[in-house]
């Protein structure tokens, strides 16, 4: 592999309809997944308010169900309506799929409305924690009841810092959970519903493209099917795990010393789809 400049590694180059179906393909199978686990999650959240026998649920089992979620969405939100400059996103690769004429139809109001309400969601839960700090100064304030509030004063306690431990949390609070929850998976299959609209229309687009044989017969329609296998540590997988690492440190340059030093091997071993030392 010939060497380049570090810089070209750090975007996606789309030059022409193939490469625009590939970027948001990736996008599309990532949603994808993340989508089936967020689902599979929503529905423990049911589960353990059917089989809830108090008015509290255990922190741990709360907590459990809730962080798996909160990290599917992160991921979802990464894939559809992140808005950082190195982000690629759909919110943000459509713009320019559409700019460049890959596209043709336009996003209707309401799925405009909702990428930038994710967008929001985004931003939120990738919030500076300074902003964490100055609401929770502003409610311990507008909390002061407004006979004291000319007399009263939040003080901090600095000395034993208190380190907050959730016991158990209102079972009202898995209800709520359970109810954004759903909301949130018709929001984003909404979305999915749309890339796959998108890249319909650009692989219709392409000339003397091959058809999928389907159950009944051939299809111009694309599919979307399961390959399952197993994840090893040695897979394709961690090879681009590990070179993406070295192109954000920009410490890739495309030569084959440059990806034999990074992508590590254990005992000598190499994949059977990647390149060997």
């Not at 460049?100 to 931003?123: I, P, W, Y």
Request: proline share 4%; with cysteine.
């Amino acid at each position: 592999m010939a060497g380049g400049s570090r810089q070209q590694y750090k975007q996606f180059t789309i030059d022409n309809i193939e490469d625009a179906c590939l970027a948001l393909e990736t996008l599309i199978t990532n949603v994808i997944i993340n989508l089936r686990r967020y689902k599979k999650y929503s529905a423990e959240v049911v589960e353990l308010l059917k089989n809830a026998d108090s008015e509290y649920i255990p922190a741990d089992a709360y907590e459990a169900v809730n962080d798996k979620l909160l990290y599917r969405q992160h991921e979802i939100l990464k894939f559809t309506a992140d808005h950082q400059s190195s982000s690629f996103s759909y919110i943000d690769l459509r713009k320019m799929l559409e700019k460049r004429g890959f596209l043709k139809n336009q996003l209707s109001e309401d799925m405009t409305r909702l990428l930038n309400e994710l967008l929001d969601v985004r931003n939120w839960t990738f919030h500076n924690p300074q902003s964490l700090m100055v609401a929770a100064k502003e409610a311990m304030e507008k909390n002061i009841p407004d006979a004291l509030k000319s007399i009263a004063k939040v003080t901090p306690q600095l000395n034993p810092i208190p380190v907050p431990v959730v016991d158990k949390y209102e079972l009202l609070m898995l209800a709520s959970l359970a109810i954004h929850t759903e909301e949130r998976i018709e929001q984003f299959g909404s979305v999915l519903q749309a890339m796959k609209t998108d890249y319909q229309e650009m692989y219709d687009s392409i000339e003397n493209k091959p058809f999928l044989l389907s159950p009944g017969g051939f299809s111009s329609t694309v599919q979307y099917i399961d390959r399952h296998g197993v994840s090893r540590l040695t897979d394709m997988s961690s090879d681009i795990s590990q070179i993406s690492m070295a192109i954000q440190k920009s410490k890739y340059d495309g030569t084959d010393e440059k990806f034999k030093e990074w992508v590590v091997r254990f005992n000598g071993e190499s994949t059977e789809e990647g390149p060997s030392e």
